[in-house]
T-cell receptor, first 114, second 114 residues
Framework: GNSVTQMEGPVTLSEEAFLTINCTYT??????LFWYVQYPGEGLQLLLK?????DKGSNKGFEATYRKETTSFHLEKGSVQVSDSAVYFC?????????????FGQGTELSVKP | NAGVTQTPKFQVLKTGQSMTLQCAQD?????MSWYRQDPGMGLRLIHY???????DQGEVPNGYNVSRSTTEDFPLRLLSAAPSQTSVYFC?????????????FGPGTRLTVL
């Protein structure tokens, strides 16, 4: 079945450091890929998304490129801020996203120190 | 728009008790879903609905019931709570007519079963 694997956390960085959170997936067909972010005490918010191979999603300085050849969707940011401290989830949906079904990775906690 | 709202925010139950977690959305979304979030496991889909009167099971449906009598509401029922149901529960909704279909999450309900 479909699955998503993320690098384990927690990840601790200093402010202005470069961030990479790895995400790989297993899926049949051509899934859409997402990164969601969960700030402390809140629900999940969509951070960025990509629908097909070589698409790059971007938002708030974060980027991720849909790599079909390596089945990956790694999240990157060039310079993190303390306000980026949160849990990040990689997710996929089957082609067409029928039924609003997402498959999530286990989440990666990011802590950014001043 | 209030978006996706969930009540209660916190709940403590004893084993065997029943309760209903409420979820409502005011965005006229067709798709609604329930997920549970457990440490190290990401979010897992419990039940979902593609429209009023239509529901289906997700990955972990046992011990939970749902119904969708209106577009706006999608309550989750625990008929006989068990300690294994201690978790954070998130409701989500989406339009259902886009690819990819962005899901919007509620703030969550933290449930403890003693």
């Amino acid at each position: 079945g479909n699955s998503v694997t993320q690098m384990e956390g927690p990840v601790t960085l200093s402010e202005e450091a470069f961030l990479t959170i790895n995400c790989t997936y297993t899926a049949t067909g051509y899934p859409s890929l997402f990164w969601y972010v969960q700030y402390p005490g809140e629900g999940l918010q969509l951070l960025l998304k990509a629908t097909k191979a070589d698409d790059k999603g971007s938002n708030k300085g974060f980027e991720a490129t849909y790599r079909k050849e390596t089945t990956s969707f790694h999240l990157e940011k060039g310079s993190v801020q303390v306000s980026d401290s949160a849990v990040y989830f990689c997710a996929l949906s089957d082609q067409g996203n029928q039924g609003g079904k997402l498959i999530f990775g286990q989440g990666t906690e990011l802590s950014v120190k001043p | 728009n209030a978006g996706v709202t969930q009540t209660p925010k916190f709940q403590v139950l004893k084993t065997g008790q029943s309760m209903t977690l409420q979820c409502a959305q005011d965005m006229n979304h067709e798709y609604m879903s329930w997920y549970r979030q457990d440490p190290g496991m990401g979010l897992r889909l419990i039940h979902y609905s593609v429209g009023a009167g239509i529901t289906d099971q997700g990955e972990v449906p046992n011990g939970y019931n749902v119904s969708r009598s209106t577009t706006e509401d999608f309550p989750l029922r625990l008929l006989s709570a068990a300690p294994s149901q201690t978790s954070v529960y998130f409701c989500a909704s989406s339009l259902g007519d886009n690819v990819p279909d962005t899901q919007y999450f509620g703030p969550g309900t933290r449930l403890t079963v003693l």
